[in-house]
């Protein structure tokens, strides 16, 4: 076997290495990504081992140049140029879930966004027939067919419907999204769409999918910096990104046609918990209010873990009153959970709040320090009316 396929083979071994490996942590640590986040990445993955196996297959057959594994060489074939669309399109499901988190694709947006793939598929099907993509010599040559410039056409598609996205959220954002991260999603396809012009150009070069592992890996390193800022024992955002993306939204309150409302959230009575019932159950009590905060919250709304009890919720909304609307959805669903639950204990948080409008001039700190004061008053109130109530049933 000749020096350079034996070089091309082990190329794209180490791809499929590295692409196991980050399949294997991707699936074993839970951090913020959803389950749709990790299902996508992973199709990704799989999708590309499997080209690079394939790839590799009409390689080694090739070189055999025997007229009986001709359909063998079909199947590789097929499974390289059928599963090119598929990736495409599970690209495009990962950028919609990483910018709306909370959209639900109905019936007919996933048959919009998967017919490009399956129509590419389809024409690949045929290709052992029509030689529409590719045509295989009776010795086992191959040859790129007429209309394979197709499946760059659909490719490219997908790659115009989330770059268009991606754009789209950047100019006029409806998700608090970091600046970095609209752009590490219009970095992500660069290697893969330079491989994909170098093997259009230079017929010979099979280059694509070993560019695509680089796009996977800069994704799995994105992915990587982004469990930096959660916090590991409740899965919310820490107190760093909690101050980062409060800078952000200060930052671009002048271009907000809505309100910007944070609201500080702290667990009453915490410290007793942590004395009657130990750490572990101040833990689970966290973790329990983390739970309730996610569920009771649009998953669009930031929330983070500000430091031991705090909480901190930054939310966009149209008119003050729902400020109130908000507040009461999370301490219903505590209220709702708390009394379904078996705890020793119940669970109530103290809820203070700042809205901001676009011509406010508000620092960081100020901000804060409202939704602080307010949030101590309120509690400082709960404690008032319990401490006059049990005067009361003392007086009896």
């Not at 590991?232 to 271009?255: F, I, M, P, S």
């Not at 620092?363 to 319990?386: C, F, G, H, P, V």
Request: proline letters at 3%; charged letters at 20%.
């Amino acid at each position: 076997m000749p020096l350079e396929k034996i070089e091309y083979f082990e190329i794209n071994l180490i791809g499929a290495a590295l692409i196991l490996l980050m399949y294997y942590y991707i699936n074993k640590r839970h951090g913020k990504e959803t389950v749709k986040t990790r299902l996508h990445v992973s199709g990704m993955l799989l999708i590309n081992l499997l080209i690079l196996a394939a790839d590799c297959g009409t390689y080694y057959v090739s070189l055999l140049k025997n007229p009986l594994l001709n359909p063998l060489n079909h199947a590789f074939c097929i499974l390289y140029f059928a599963g090119q669309g598929w990736f495409c399109y599970e690209w495009v499901r990962f950028v919609i879930v990483r910018i709306y988190p909370g959209h639900q694709l109905s019936r007919m947006e996933h048959l919009i966004l998967a017919l490009p793939a399956a129509i590419s598929a389809l024409v690949v099907l045929a290709t052992p027939v029509t030689g529409w993509i590719y045509t295989i010599s009776d010795t086992g040559e191959y040859q790129r067919g007429a209309y394979i410039t197709l499946l760059y056409v659909m490719a490219f598609l997908y790659l115009v419907i989330s770059y268009t996205l991606i754009i789209r959220e950047y100019i006029h954002p409806t998700k608090n999204c970091k600046k970095r991260h609209f752009i590490s999603m219009l970095i992500f396809p660069m290697p893969l769409l330079a491989g994909n012009i170098l093997q259009m150009l230079f017929y010979g070069i099979s280059c694509s999918w070993i560019c695509s592992v680089i796009t996977m890996m800069l994704l799995f390193v994105d992915m990587q910096n982004d469990e930096l800022a959660i916090d590991k024992l409740t899965g919310l955002y820490n107190r760093g990104q909690a101050d980062a993306q409060l800078l952000w939204e200060t930052e671009h309150l002048k271009a907000a046609d809505d309100l910007l409302f944070v609201a500080m959230i702290d667990v009453d009575n915490f410290k007793q918990i942590n004395d009657r019932f130990g750490h572990l159950a101040g833990d689970e009590a966290l973790i329990h209010i983390a739970d309730v905060l996610k569920s009771a919250i649009p998953s669009n709304d930031f929330i983070g873990r500000f430091g031991g009890d705090e909480f901190m919720l930054i939310s966009h909304i149209a008119n003050s009153w729902k400020a109130d609307v908000k507040i009461h959805q999370i301490e219903n669903k505590l209220f709702e959970e708390s009394a379904m639950g078996s705890r020793a204990y119940r669970l109530s948080v103290s809820i203070g709040y700042v809205l901001c409008k676009a011509d406010d001039h508000m620092t960081t700190d100020t901000i804060l320090s409202k939704a602080d004061a307010q949030m101590y008053q309120i509690k400082r109130r709960k404690k008032y009316e319990i401490e006059k109530i049990v005067k009361k049933m003392g007086n009896r």
